[in-house]
């Protein structure tokens, strides 16, 4: 079977291991407990029936004090660009982040997911920054870890992108 | 390039006859010459050629240096330097292309030094213990002896034990498990997460500690005896997982199996986008790495040993059973000694395989050497010194009294309380005596006999019985009795001198009457004296007896006590008789 490594990029606290958690497991937890290193999981998806394994590295959010290690990226079919509606600067740091990535490892499949949409009266991003990132042809989805929405399309949306290229 | 004849320099100009000549000439050259020509034209055009001049050398370079070569070392010198050259600008270039061709050669290059430098360690770690004198020392010295190995490859070949758990070939750049196998016991997690955690350790000790590029994580030890140990390749990685302690030969196992999938699936590789299907004929080599050694089992003992050492045990066993249950008889011995009436063990040793017993024994008690058989115990093993004594326990008691009284087997004797009881039956004269000198032995309070029968009594009662059912027969109208009954009479006089005999000894008085009977044949006057007669008659036969007359008295009834209505003679016979009667 097809196996793929996909890396969950984001800053801290953006919803990476939620949505990997709610991917995977089904699950969701409000607790909020930071990601050290990184932590690996599987998940078995079927993208136009052909059934694919995907490896989420779900790597610990970015800060002042730790960067994405590029060793990490290295070999990635496709990344989860995790951006946190409810902070712009999180949606900042996301373009940051994404130029760094395709300055060590070449331009692979990406989307870019608007996560914590259940947090409608905190909402951070206006239509105007998301039409800025269109025009750097970025793909958006929105998703809520908690809720449990937009999840599996997040992630079928990359294996989408990631089988035809 | 070619050149006409007429640009050759002969000719010089216009001239008919020399022309005419010089054609001439020319002619002459052409058929003397013309081959030649042709020839020189054609190697002309050879040497101003390059392309041809190219093709010339190729065909003889290579057997010219070979045989240059075998000459002398010219060529090598004049092409070092360009080859040097050469490799460096490679380098430069692109490092990666000279990584990958010189990848195969290298490994086993380093594998030989490393063999060799573990050859030069086990020599040295021979000399280090050397001097060591342990047992196992000693044991594998012998073996190394044995075997014509180096001791120190004895010494590993014993403290190795181990076993290859799970063979990872993971995908260096995306950390994806290329192909995963494991041995039958093993127990595993998820593979492709276990790589991937494996790889971002590596990347993460990798970054964290600025290694070289060609420095790596290369093992983890994860508790007392498991460890992973990393193989590097240029595109892929190889963990194994191993249980114990394995040789260092297991790494260059390892590594020699990372170069061979190098070399056979390099392309694959490569081109590797997660599908592990395409490398699947790696596999085998894979399952060639999942390794076990285990400690030779000890090799059995000769048989004969074992039959001499079981026999050896068995009879140690049976000596030690044997010396317990002896030792167990003879406490029990004294057990029963010291409980033995009569019997006061004051102290008792054991010296010299000899137990001595000291004490107080009455001469009535038990014998100790027949209590000794009983236990089953020898006799020899044991000495007696026993001072003699008087025991007033009862049962020794009661042995006194019996011994002094002689009691008959019919009494039955028994002491408790200071009371002594005498039940069954016993003589007149044994009773009278026991009464008498019971009185006489010290200890006994009181004699109770009520329980115990007069013998004598006994048979003078049965007697008087047996007497008075007695009858003799007579003659008709005499005093003679009736032939055939001397039987009865002998019988009688037995019983009677018996029961006079009895009488005297119980110091009773008896009188016995000899009573005469007639039948009613005849007149009472005469039947009166009739009777009289044969009364008198019969004691006079006792008297003949021996008998004494003063305990008889003879008396005739006559017809008067019938002993049966006379209805026929046999009636009649019947009352012609004497009886027997007691008197007081």
């Given at each position: 079977m097809l196996k793929k490594k996909i890396c969950m990029l984001g800053m801290y606290s953006v919803g990476k291991t939620s949505l990997v958690r709610r991917f995977v497991h089904s699950l969701y937890e409000d607790r909020y407990l930071s990601t050290v290193g990184v932590k690996i999981d599987k998940k078995l998806v079927e993208i136009d029936g052909q059934p694919m394994e995907f490896l989420l590295w779900d790597i610990a959010g970015e800060d002042d004090h730790f960067s994405v290690p590029s060793s990490y990226l290295r070999g990635t079919s496709g990344c989860l660009l995790v951006i946190d509606g409810t902070r712009k600067a999180t949606f900042d740091a996301a373009l940051d982040l994404w130029q760094r990535t395709e300055e060590a490892i070449g331009s692979v499949p990406f989307v870019a997911v608007l996560n914590k949409v259940d947090l409608t009266d905190q909402w951070d991003i206006s239509p105007k920054d998301l039409e800025d990132r269109d025009r750097l042809n970025w793909t958006f989805v929105k998703t809520s870890a908690k809720w449990g929405i937009g999840v599996e399309e997040a992630f079928a949306t990359l294996g989408q992108k990631i089988l035809h290229p | 390039m070619t050149q006409s004849p007429t640009d050759s320099g002969y000719d010089k100009g216009p001239d008919p006859q020399v022309s005419q000549e010089a054609l001439d000439i020319e002619e002459l050259r052409r058929l003397i010459a013309g081959p030649e020509r042709i020839q020189i034209r054609q190697l002309r055009e050879r040497l101003e050629n390059p392309e041809l001049r190219i093709k010339d050398i190729s065909q003889i370079l290579a057997e010219a240096i070979v045989h240059r070569t075998s000459q002398d070392e010219k060529i090598a010198k004049a092409l070092a330097p360009t080859v040097e050259k050469a490799i460096e600008s490679s380098i430069k270039r692109n490092r990666?292309?000279?990584?990958?061709?010189?990848?195969?050669?290298?490994?086993?290059?380093?594998?030989?030094?490393?063999?060799?430098?573990?050859?030069?360690?086990?020599?040295?770690?021979?000399?280090?213990?050397?001097?060591?004198?342990?047992?196992?020392?000693?044991?594998?010295?012998?073996?190394?002896?044995?075997?014509?190995?180096?001791?120190?490859?004895?010494?590993?070949?014993?403290?190795?034990?181990?076993?290859?758990?799970?063979?990872?070939?993971?995908?260096?750049?995306?950390?994806?498990?290329?192909?995963?196998?494991?041995?039958?016991?093993?127990?595993?997690?998820?593979?492709?997460?276990?790589?991937?955690?494996?790889?971002?350790?590596?990347?993460?000790?990798?970054?964290?500690?600025?290694?070289?590029?060609?420095?790596?994580?290369?093992?983890?030890?994860?508790?007392?005896?498991?460890?992973?140990?990393?193989?590097?390749?240029?595109?892929?990685?190889?963990?194994?997982?191993?249980?114990?302690?394995?040789?260092?030969?297991?790494?260059?196992?390892?590594?020699?199996?990372?170069?061979?999938?190098?070399?056979?699936?390099?392309?694959?590789?490569?081109?590797?986008?997660?599908?592990?299907?395409?490398?699947?004929?790696?596999?085998?080599?894979?399952?060639?790495?999942?390794?076990?050694?285990?400690?030779?089992?000890?090799?059995?003992?000769?048989?004969?040993?074992?039959?001499?050492?079981?026999?050896?045990?068995?009879?140690?066993?049976?000596?030690?059973?044997?010396?317990?249950?002896?030792?167990?008889?003879?406490?029990?011995?004294?057990?029963?000694?010291?409980?033995?009436?009569?019997?006061?063990?004051?102290?008792?040793?054991?010296?010299?395989?000899?137990?001595?017993?000291?004490?107080?024994?009455?001469?009535?008690?038990?014998?100790?050497?027949?209590l000794l058989t009983k236990e089953k115990l020898k006799s020899g093993g044991f000495a007696f010194n026993f001072e003699s004594y008087t025991s007033a326990h009862p049962q020794l008691v009661l042995k006194r009294i019996v011994q002094k009284l002689k009691p008959p087997e019919t009494a039955h004797l028994d002491f408790r309380d200071d009371v002594l009881s005498i039940s069954g039956s016993a003589s007149h004269l044994w009773i009278s005596k026991t009464r008498e000198a019971v009185q006489a032995i010290p200890g006994i309070l009181k004699c109770d006999d009520s329980h115990l029968a007069d013998l004598d009594v006994i048979e003078f009662e049965d007697l008087k019985k047996a007497v008075e059912n007695r009858f003799f027969l007579f003659e008709f109208r005499s005093a003679e009795m009736i032939p055939g009954q001397e039987p009865e009479l002998q019988a009688f006089i037995k019983e009677l001198k018996r029961f006079l005999n009895l009488a005297e000894g119980l110091e009773k008085y008896v009188r016995i009457e000899i009573v005469g009977h007639a039948d009613s044949n005849g007149s009472e006057w005469a039947n009166l004296i009739l009777s009289q007669e044969r009364a008198d008659h019969f004691l006079s036969l006792l008297v003949k007896e021996g008998l004494d007359p003063k305990s008889f008295q003879a008396s005739g009834r006559g017809s008067r006590e019938l002993y049966r209505e006379e209805k026929t003679d046999r009636d009649r016979e019947l009352n012609r008789r004497v009886t027997i009667h007691m008197i007081g």
């Open positions: - | 990666k292309v000279l990584v990958d061709a010189l990848f195969p050669v290298m490994g086993p290059a380093i594998r030989k030094a490393v063999a060799s430098a573990l050859h030069g360690m086990i020599e040295s770690f021979d000399k280090t213990i050397e001097y060591g004198l342990s047992p196992k020392g000693l044991k594998w010295r012998f073996e190394a002896f044995r075997t014509k190995k180096p001791f120190g490859e004895i010494v590993l070949l014993h403290t190795l034990l181990f076993q290859v758990e799970q063979i990872f070939l993971i995908h260096r750049k995306s950390s994806l498990v290329i192909q995963h196998v494991m041995s039958k016991d093993a127990k595993i997690q998820d593979p492709d997460l276990v790589a991937g955690m494996l790889s971002a350790i590596r990347d993460f000790v990798h970054d964290s500690f600025k290694l070289k590029k060609e420095e790596s994580l290369d093992m983890l030890r994860m508790g007392a005896d498991r460890t992973i140990w990393i193989e590097q390749g240029s595109l892929a990685v190889l963990a194994a997982v191993i249980r114990g302690t394995p040789p260092s030969e297991l790494r260059l196992a390892l590594r020699e199996t990372l170069d061979t999938i190098h070399l056979e699936h390099g392309e694959a590789l490569e081109a590797f986008d997660g599908d592990p299907a395409l490398l699947e004929s790696a596999r085998p080599d894979l399952e060639n790495c999942l390794q076990a050694r285990t400690k030779p089992k000890p090799k059995k003992a000769f048989p004969l040993f074992w039959i001499l050492f079981g026999v050896g045990i068995a009879v140690l066993g049976i000596l030690i059973f044997f010396s317990i249950q002896g030792h167990r008889r003879s406490m029990r011995y004294l057990e029963r000694l010291k409980a033995e009436p009569g019997i006061q063990v004051t102290s008792a040793e054991k010296r010299s395989g000899l137990y001595r017993i000291y004490g107080f024994r009455d001469p009535l008690a038990a014998d100790p050497v027949e």
